[in-house]
């Protein structure tokens, strides 16, 4: 496939690309380092989430409120409200990205309802204003149509922005 | 003949962590390598691949379509250092984390400098430009797969690509390949 230019025939990018296509080389341990969260993560039982899987999910999230915190002055310990999402779609998987979640697509699914379509996620956040969008089956961005479009989304995916007062 | 992802993410998911090892070890390179050139600092790339690691354990049920992990792996990564730029406000350390990936590898095939001037001009690029050359050239990706990955649609993406081909031929104007 060749598309805006030619990388092979391109003098002064096909060496840039070339260099960039080499290998980078990580600290071997990385695999480790997670197989052993991942260990202490999971019970003997085999159930799927222990507590000490949660209490990592704190410490990330505590970890990423304080960052937030910092970034966009939004309080950890603040009182939470709860917010409802709603999207009308047809799909089989709905998830909800944005800052609430550190923009893990894997984080927050949403729950199909009992009308035909309607996905649903109740949260709790403090006061602040938050940035989100949809993952519609793992591949559709689509705003919320209830909320304002963000103006300032860095990368151009299609963003509603949320405040909580 | 190596396992399939989808025979790995089931094993995975029946609580064989060696199975998740193997999937770690099958796309740790190609994660760590986006995430370098994207994060600028080998260490921010480390965070970003480990915590996409955890974060894919966490909710491998949610991958429906195992056979395509790797894909679905990337998404999260992708928005892992979408995240990690949009905090990193501070000054980035191109330079000393370059020196010390040279120097921790025996490849001497390219100098220091000339790795460094590409590092300089992709951190002279918009995320979103770096982001879309990465994915289609580095990467190798589709049009099609980068619009899934990150939301944009394909003709805004190939005019990201466009720009950010035009602004490093301009950044390395100068510059010759060690």
Request: aromatic share 8%; net charge neutral; charged share 30%.
């Amino acid at each position: 496939m060749r598309d805006d230019f030619d990388e092979v025939t391109d003098e002064r990018l096909g060496p840039v690309i070339a260099e960039l296509r080499r290998p980078v080389r990580l600290d071997p341990t990385l695999d480790q380092r997670v197989l052993s969260v991942l260990r202490g993560a999971e019970p003997r039982s085999g159930a799927r989430r222990g507590p000490a899987a949660w209490a990592g999910g704190l410490m990330g999230a505590a970890l990423a409120a304080g960052l937030l915190f910092t970034v966009l002055g939004r309080e950890p310990g603040a009182p939470t409200r709860p917010i409802e999402l709603r999207l009308s779609a047809p799909a089989s998987q709905v998830m909800v990205v944005g800052d609430f979640n550190d923009w893990d697509p894997a984080a927050t699914p949403l729950r199909p309802g009992n009308e035909g379509g309607t996905w649903t996620v109740e949260l709790r956040l403090p006061p602040g204003r938050y940035r989100y969008t949809f993952l519609v089956d793992g591949r559709r961005w689509v705003p919320d149509p209830a909320e304002p479009r963000a103006a300032d989304d860095d990368f151009g995916a299609p963003t509603s922005v949320l405040t909580v007062s | 003949m190596s396992e399939s992802d989808a025979a790995l993410v089931a094993r995975t998911l029946d609580g064989d962590l060696g199975a998740f090892a193997t999937l770690m070890s099958r796309y740790r390179d190609a994660l760590g390598r986006y995430a370098f050139h994207m994060l600028g600092s080998r260490e921010d790339a480390e965070e970003a691949v480990q915590d996409s690691f955890l974060r894919a354990h966490r909710a491998l049920r949610d991958c429906r379509q195992p056979e395509r992990f790797g894909a679905w792996l990337f998404t999260i990564l992708v928005n892992r250092c979408r995240t990690s730029q949009r905090r990193l406000f501070h000054r980035r350390r191109f330079s000393e984390e370059l020196r010390d990936d040279v120097a921790a590898t025996a490849d001497t095939s390219s100098s220091i400098e000339w790795r460094e001037e590409i590092a300089r001009a992709l951190a002279g690029l918009r995320p979103h430009y770096r982001e879309a050359f990465l994915l289609r050239y580095v990467e190798g990706l589709d049009y099609a797969e980068m619009a899934r990955l990150t939301g944009a649609r394909e003709p805004a993406l190939r005019m990201r690509v466009k720009r950010a081909a035009d602004q490093l031929r301009e950044l390395l104007r100068d510059v010759h390949a060690g």
